[in-house]
């Protein structure tokens, strides 16, 4: 980790300042209903397992020109970019050998999980294009409070972040999402559909077991979609179809698909979901093939 990198923690109520060795600014978040609050966390989480399956989400999206083209587009050396939901940093990881020019993207990190930050800035430690600034441990739906920066952001990315997001809340979200973005700035959205495998499993998970988290169902793109219009806020769709692909003996793997699926560990999930993985079940090739649907929303401040 830069020891120069700012962390800033929000508090429901207030914020307390703490000073490291390293100078760190820190303001702590309690957002116990986030199921992925309580998912994100080292003891949680099969990277090497998840990653084997869920590769290709990433892959396909830094395959696809159109990024890559928004990314050039900008005439400064250095790009401001706000990554919500940054996770263990496995995008940037991969878009960073497809950037071909000498672009630097000084990046914001925003997530619930502290585990995740640290994960994220020290992967970016690694990278030729990308550089940690400031780091924040927040809920998505505490980032009115959390982020206050206007017209700062010159990309706002969410990939795969929005899933366990308050629907009611979507709309300031996005609201303050466009305020954050610099005129002509660029916000991206990959988001699954809701005719994908991660919100069909999801929804399944909701209606069958008896304790689920204290969560609604997943947020979809049509969500977001939807939200965008009533704002009167015009954007480009590009579409993703792909599969998760696991072998049939290697029961391991798919509980660990599963569980994170789900966003719980503690779950039986090879006997919640005895009878629903049947459906994807190929037998001429002996294997689960998951259909990820997955649509990015390109939408330019105006």
């Not at 980790?1 to 429901?12: A, G, S, V």
């Not at 190929?282 to 990015?296: M, R, V």
Request: with cysteine.
């Amino acid at each position: 980790m830069k020891p120069n990198t700012k962390y800033t923690y929000l508090l429901e109520s207030h914020s307390t300042t703490i000073y490291t060795t390293s100078e760190t600014t820190m303001k702590q978040n309690n957002d116990n209903l986030n199921p992925s609050k309580d998912y994100y966390q080292k003891s949680n989480l099969n990277l090497d397992s998840w990653f084997k399956v869920t590769l290709i989400d990433y892959q396909e999206l830094v395959k696809n020109h159109q990024l890559l083209k928004i990314i050039d587009s900008f005439a400064d050396d250095t790009i401001t970019l706000l990554d919500i939901g940054c996770g263990t940093g496995a995008f940037p990881n991969l878009l960073d050998k497809r950037i071909d020019s000498q672009i630097k993207l000084s990046c914001d990190l925003l997530d619930v999980s502290e585990y995740c930050l640290n994960q994220c800035s020290s992967v970016f430690n690694q990278l030729k294009h990308f550089q940690t600034n400031e780091v924040f441990a927040s809920s998505v739906e505490n980032i009115q409070t959390t982020i206050t920066k206007n017209n700062y952001y010159d990309i706002i990315w969410a990939i795969h972040s929005f899933y366990t997001v308050d629907i009611k809340k979507i709309k300031e979200i996005l609201q303050h999402i466009g305020k954050m973005l610099k005129p002509n700035g660029i916000f991206l959205m990959y988001q699954a559909s809701s005719d994908s495998c991660y919100s069909q499993l999801y929804d399944f998970y909701l209606k069958n077991y008896d304790s689920p988290n204290k969560s609604t169902k997943f947020i979809v793109v049509e969500d977001i979609q939807e939200t965008l219009e009533l704002l009167g806020l015009q954007y480009d769709l590009i579409d993703f179809d792909y599969n998760h692909e696991i072998d049939y003996e290697d029961k391991d793997l798919l509980e660990v698909y599963l569980k994170k699926c789900i966003l719980n560990s503690s779950v039986d999930v090879l006997d919640l979901f005895k009878e629903k993985i049947l459906q994807y079940f190929k037998p001429e090739n002996n294997q689960f093939l998951f259909k990820q649907k997955t649509k990015l929303i390109i939408l330019k401040n105006q």
